[in-house]
């Protein structure tokens, strides 16, 4: 992105217990099933997925593409066309809205749709800090505005209108689900954190059973999930909670893998894959489960799918599931905030004003549709997470985007 940039800082001394709960609402009550995981494949089948028309998307390659890069870009915008065809709207798309948490992944995806669509465009990345000062910083050359306060998106709008955008018919608006819908950065999102990590000990002691060292996994997972390591577990949550088993199971010791890093001879994740396997070799006692998992892991790898570790995924998808709308409706908001996975109220409202001004609104994320979806075996009764209720925790900013027109 460009370096070209304003920045303002103003006074704010709101705390959490100055948000309010809004009641209980869905994602699908905003998006529908205009909703699209990692594997690329809409919940709304009316909408054609990556399986079916990847040679209309024009993708450089075979496999499912990453937030990063370039093909992802290609696929999004895919989606959206169709998505306008759905609607029958006689005019075509030529306006972007972006909404994430991240200035490099959220970003960079921005970036890429905006330079292959040609639209005029404008995104918001917001990450709450509470003690800091209000701080926003607009890269106007690239129309990114970042903030660190959630309630500044109406401030955003605001900006995106004075640029002249008309936000209406003409206009596809794409918003991140982890960590800025559900869980929004800086505010709530330690619960999906802490729902991950719960998924991961559940995998873990259903492979290992009286075996599973839960306080020397979080010791190893605390440092090999770090951008030091990235090399090796590529920030991949499947890989990492791979490794972490391995670790914990005894067929590779953590004093091991951290010389193997240091002295330069374990670089990427396949390499470690092959070494588990020649282990796996001469260790036939390791066990039926890692064995299993293993095969799985590296099978899936091999062939592109960027989630391999699917038990795991299907105890998050559960675990994460536990926090929304776990707890009561006249709960106090900061133990709303801190033990359930809230929706965003300020994304919901101004998802709802603009669903009002004829936008197109699609839900895209990264996360694995294993842990987003229920198994049709293994948790049949559950909804899929953007039907499943919570709260709606935040500030109201609908009558500021009321003003706007």
Not at 186 to 204: H, K, P, S, W, Y
Request: glycine share 6%; aromatic share 8%.
């Amino acid at each position: 992105m460009s370096t070209a940039s304003t920045t303002s800082v103003l006074s704010s001394e709101r705390a959490q217990s100055d948000f309010k709960n809004f009641g209980r609402a869905t994602l699908a009550d905003y998006f529908g099933d205009f909703v699209i995981y990692r594997n690329l494949e809409p919940l709304d089948h009316r909408l054609p997925g990556l399986k079916a028309a990847s040679y209309k998307m024009n993708l450089s390659s075979d496999q499912i593409p990453r937030k990063l890069e370039t093909d992802y870009a290609k696929a999004a915008i895919f989606f959206a066309e169709q998505g306008q065809k759905l609607r029958r709207q006689k005019v075509e798309l030529s306006e972007l809205l972006f909404v994430g948490d991240t200035p490099t992944g959220d970003g960079q995806a921005y970036a890429n749709m905006r330079q292959l669509s040609g639209w005029q465009s404008s995104c918001f990345i917001g990450s709450e800090r509470l003690a800091q000062e209000f701080l926003v910083d607009i890269d106007e050359e690239d129309a990114v505005y970042c903030a660190n306060r959630w309630p500044a998106l109406a401030d955003w709008v605001r900006w995106t209108l004075q640029q002249g955008m008309r936000l209406d018919e003409r206009t596809a608006v794409i918003v991140d689900i982890d960590k800025t819908l559900l869980g929004a950065k800086g505010r709530n999102d330690q619960v999906i954190n802490e729902a991950r990590l719960e998924g991961m000990f559940r995998t873990m002691a259903s492979v290992l059973g009286d075996r599973f060292d839960r306080a020397a996994f979080e010791r190893e997972y605390a440092e090999l999930n770090r951008s030091r390591y990235h090399f090796l577990t590529a920030d991949n949550q499947d890989y990492l909670a791979y490794i972490c088993l391995v670790l914990n199971g005894g067929l590779v010791s953590f004093e091991e893998i951290l010389d193997e890093i240091k002295s330069g001879s374990m670089d990427n994740f396949e390499q470690f894959l092959r070494w588990v396997g020649s282990r796996l070799l001469i260790n036939p006692g390791a066990g039926e489960s890692i064995r299993q998992i293993h095969e799985a892991v590296m099978c899936s790898v091999r062939t592109g799918d960027p989630t391999p570790f699917k038990q795991f995924r299907r105890q998050e998808f559960v675990t994460t599931i536990e926090r929304m709308g776990n707890l009561p409706d006249d709960a106090p908001v900061d133990d709303l905030l801190a033990r359930e996975i809230t929706l965003t109220n300020e994304v919901c409202e101004l998802a709802d004003w603009l669903n009002a001004r004829g936008c197109l609104l699609l839900c895209l994320s990264d996360k694995p549709d294993e842990a987003s979806c229920p198994d049709s075996r293994e948790s049949p009764d559950l909804p899929p997470i953007h039907r499943a209720e919570t709260h709606r925790v935040g500030a109201g900013i609908r009558p500021i985007l009321d003003e706007l027109g």
